[in-house]
């Protein structure tokens, strides 16, 4: 076990500036993994109405991560009596079984190897996956895709050794204590190491067709406060892609820019520029510079799945005050979605548009945001007690620390008023228009950090 870390959330909170910064260490467990225990607890109201009277927690009881902090970590009588088994125990790191067939020293790859399996922690990563551990993983292969073509004149591998390469690296991350379903839950495999369809895969051919330096230039230090919104790297890529994949739509009619085929070439094409800027840059600024691209991408939708909300509709759609039914069926509904991820500051502003949209659809009018005091960080994962956690849109990381447990860092943690859709159509819908920045929060009289 890690010092019965792991199990409980722990909090701290770091003012700096106008900025609310919170340390957190989550716990998620589910019944499917055989040393983590599910509990059940009474929820508490999670996300409320205006007044007592309308705070009516949902009927039946929710299994949610639970919040202890240090000061209230229960003591227990004996020194020697273990902790309950509610606190999942991670497997003890050993020697991977490598297939022999992959020609890579891994232990070149080793710091990066860490990040990516501390992403993709065991219990968290189906929790995390959309934000932290994919972003990271697919960076990974990136990165090693370009390492292992700095032999060869080749910028991708070839099928048979993609394969042993791609079972090692799992395997090496399974080994540093990673969830051993991350090819599923990130949707990757073997092939995303060979350039698929794309039929430029050398290096030579490669930078005479591509305007390289334009490419390195681009993309050699990406600014992750003005990529997403006025990109520089992002368009480099395109365009060096679309000239690699453009003598795939002389091969056959079907394959004319912009049909299905082209537009797999197109997909394929870019990691070979990835694999490309991966053999350019020192690994620490390439992983950088993908992680910061796969942010900008994540955070223009909403990864939150949503069922009709026939209820919610039923009970909301002619109120026009507060009322404890609206109130009550709003909430448990979002105590639903809310179990699924978490998800970043600009992805709750994203996703509860969407859900706003589909009230409007449905013919409910008033900002029932608003009557039901509906914030932000509602459409998050939740820790027990209200603290719910959004993810900052920058990339995060996971921290593995033996004593503590895992650990990350949350953002706009305030109660800050989920935004109403003023039409129920979110086509138009951009982050990075001035009128939809993020609000500012409260800056504190009293800067600095306050624990971990």
Not at 96 to 107: A, D, E, H, R, Y
Not at 109 to 124: H, R
Not at 238 to 255: F, T, V, Y
Request: charged fraction near 15%.
């Amino acid at each position: 076990m890690l010092s019965g870390a792991m199990g409980c959330v722990k909090a701290s909170i770091r003012l700096d500036g106008s900025l609310c910064h919170r340390f957190i260490l989550f716990a998620i467990w589910l019944s499917s993994f055989p040393d983590i225990m599910a509990l059940e607890i009474k929820p508490t109201v999670n996300h409320i109405s205006s007044t007592s009277e309308l705070a009516i927690p949902p009927k039946s009881g929710l299994f949610e991560p639970i919040e202890i902090s240090p000061a209230v970590i229960p003591h227990y009588p004996f020194p020697g009596e273990s902790l309950p088994p509610m606190y999942p125990a991670f497997p003890p790191t050993y020697d991977p079984v490598l297939t022999g067939k992959c020609p890579i020293n891994f232990s070149a790859l080793s710091d990066i190897m860490d990040k990516t399996a501390s992403d993709c922690s065991q219990p968290l990563a189906a929790f995390i996956g959309n934000v932290i551990c994919c972003p990271q993983l697919s960076s990974l292969l990136h990165i090693f895709q370009g390492y292992y073509s700095t032999s060869s004149d080749k910028l991708v591998l070839q099928n048979v050794t993609a394969n042993y390469c791609f079972s090692d690296i799992i395997s090496i991350l399974e080994s540093r204590r990673a969830n051993s379903s991350i090819p599923t839950i990130c949707s990757v495999k073997s092939s995303n190491l060979t350039g698929g369809s794309c039929p430029v895969k050398d290096i030579t051919t490669f930078e005479k067709t591509v305007n390289a330096s334009k490419l390195l230039e681009a993309c050699s230090s990406v600014d992750p406060l003005k990529e997403c919104c006025r990109p520089i790297c992002q368009p480099a890529i395109m365009e060096a892609a679309l000239k690699i994949s453009a003598g795939q739509s002389l091969i056959s009619d079907e394959n004319i820019v912009g049909g299905p085929n082209h537009i797999d070439a197109l997909s394929d094409c870019k990691g070979v520029v990835y694999s490309w800027l991966s053999r350019k840059l020192p690994l620490d600024a390439a992983n950088t510079a993908f992680r910061i691209l796969s942010s900008c991408k994540v955070n223009k939708v909403c990864p939150l799945d949503f069922k009709q909300p026939l209820e919610v509709i039923k009970s909301c759609r002619n109120v026009a005050s507060p009322s404890s039914s609206c109130c009550s069926s709003l909430n448990t509904y979002i105590a639903g979605i809310q179990r699924q991820m978490l998800i970043t500051n600009r992805q709750a502003i994203m996703c509860a548009t969407v859900f706003g949209s589909m009230l409007r659809k449905g013919g409910v009018m008033t900002n029932v945001y608003e009557l039901c005091d509906v914030s932000l960080k509602d459409f998050s994962l939740q820790a027990y007690g209200q603290q719910g956690c959004l993810l900052r849109s920058l990339p995060t990381d996971l921290v593995f620390d033996n004593p503590a447990g895992v650990s990350f860092t949350c953002d706009l943690s305030d109660d800050i008023q989920a935004p109403w859709p003023l039409s129920s159509s979110v086509t138009s819908f951009s982050l990075c228009a001035a009128e939809m920045s993020l609000p500012a929060l409260p800056a504190s009289e009293t800067l600095g950090s306050f624990g971990m």
